[in-house]
Nanobody, 116 residues
Framework: QVRLVESGGGLVQPGGSLKLSCAAG????????MGWYRQAPGKQRELVAT???????NYTDSVKGRFTIFRDNAKNTVYLQMNSLKPEDTAVYYC??????????WGQGTQVFVSS
């Protein structure tokens, strides 16, 4: 099993930015398509951004133009740069494999709270 450790969350005002990191234990991290998910209180976990092993990216409509996913395979880390944050971005953010059915055990996530 791959151990996932997310970090970088916090409290930010609307319009602010945060950069999330997810470190994945395992020497074959670079072979997998990865994704960032989020879960807001009372809502289902949703996939917001993906990056393939070939570095193709995709985003859910609500974050397009504001979030950027990228990865550093040498560091076994995937990142999510979040700009122009909105209160509706408030959630716990998780990383995992982009193919939900093949997901690894979830990490603890990192809390993002957008509020003035």
């Amino acid at each position: 099993q791959v151990r996932l450790v997310e970090s970088g969350g916090g409290l930010v005002q609307p319009g602010g930015s945060l950069k999330l990191s997810c470190a994945a234990g395992g020497s074959i991290f670079g072979l997998y398509d990865m994704g960032w998910y989020r879960q807001a209180p009372g809502k289902q976990r949703e996939l917001v951004a993906t990056i393939t092993s070939g570095l193709r990216t995709n985003y859910t409509d609500s974050v397009k133009g504001r979030f950027t996913i990228f990865r550093d395979n040498a560091k076994n880390t995937v990142y999510l740069q979040m700009n122009s944050l909105k209160p509706e971005d408030t959630a716990v953010y998780y990383c995992n494999r982009a193919q939900y059915a093949s997901r690894w055990l979830w990490g603890q996530g990192t809390q993002v709270f957008v509020s003035s």
